[in-house]
Nanobody, 119 residues
């Protein structure tokens, strides 16, 4: 069993930055960040392979967000720069067997952390 706990969300002005963290207990493999805005489906944001050699980003965040992980501490991070109002959502971390953009390929999920970007 894997437990994931996100932190670092909050309210920020457009153009600002936030750093999300996800602490994991148990064995993790690929890690992903997803987000869900009110009335919308959960969507892929970024993912990183088990040892960090492979990353993947949604086009909407490429060049602004950076995913990283500290395997020794069993944590994954999402550095979010140049935030936009459309980035407002609940952000979730998840773990699965491989880097994927598909929600269903992740086995364990955190409870989410709210990110709100004001214009």
């Amino acid at each position: 069993q894997v437990q994931l706990v996100e932190s670092g969300g909050g309210l920020v002005q457009a153009g600002g930055s936030l750093r999300l963290s996800c602490a994991a207990s148990g064995r993790t493999y690929a890690m992903g960040w997803f987000r869900q805005a009110p009335g919308k489906e959960r969507e892929f944001v970024a993912a990183i392979s088990r040892f960090g050699g492979t990353t993947s980003y949604a086009d909407s965040v490429k060049g602004r967000f950076t995913i990283s992980r500290d395997s020794a501490k069993n944590m994954v991070f999402l550095q979010m720069n140049r935030l936009r109002p459309e980035d407002t959502a609940v952000y979730y971390c998840a773990t699965g067997s491989r880097v994927s953009r598909v929600v269903g390929e992740y086995d364990y999920w955190g409870q989410g952390t709210q990110v709100t970007v004001s214009s």
